[in-house]
């Protein structure tokens, strides 16, 4: 099993895991229950992921299922915005732009994983399907 806990992507994961979990008791009892829940579960589902790819012999689709849970993350983060459920506009401000920070580094650890096997960039395995049945 490697190890993970050095990663820096699992790092940030993790702090704003911890961040979530802060955060998420100022909500109301209705948004803590219903999008609070939400962040919490999304937020550890990235952290489990990131393990898992570091674990993985193909890190790729790893890292493609993190990008639709990181973007899922984001999509929550807006609607708490939205739905005024942060206790106000900082934490908004910063859970969004960790968010977008750990969507960057796992685009980052996807090139280089897809880089070294020698395979072009797919947004989802059904694209990728597609282009080889192209050929």
């Known amino acids: ?7 820096p992507i699992y790092k940030k994961a993790y702090d704003l895991t911890l961040y979530f979990e802060k955060i998420v008791r100022g909500f109301s009892r209705y948004d803590k229950y219903t999008l609070g829940t939400e962040l919490r579960q999304l937020s550890r589902e990235v952290m489990r992921l990131i393990r898992c790819a570091n674990d993985a012999k193909n890190k790729a689709a790893i890292l493609l299922q993190n990008r639709e849970r990181l973007e899922d ?6 609607l708490c915005k939205d739905m ?10 910063y859970s969004i732009n960790e968010v977008v920070d750990l969507c960057k580094q796992n685009e980052g650890w996807l090139k280089s994983v897809l880089q070294k096997s020698g395979r072009p960039e797919s947004s989802s395995p059904a694209q990728a399907s597609q282009e080889r049945a192209q050929r």
């Open 84 to 93: 005024r459920a942060f206790q106000n506009f900082n934490s908004f401000q």
């Open 1 to 7: 099993m490697a190890q993970y806990e050095h990663l």
């Open 73 to 78: 993350l984001k999509m929550t983060v807006r």
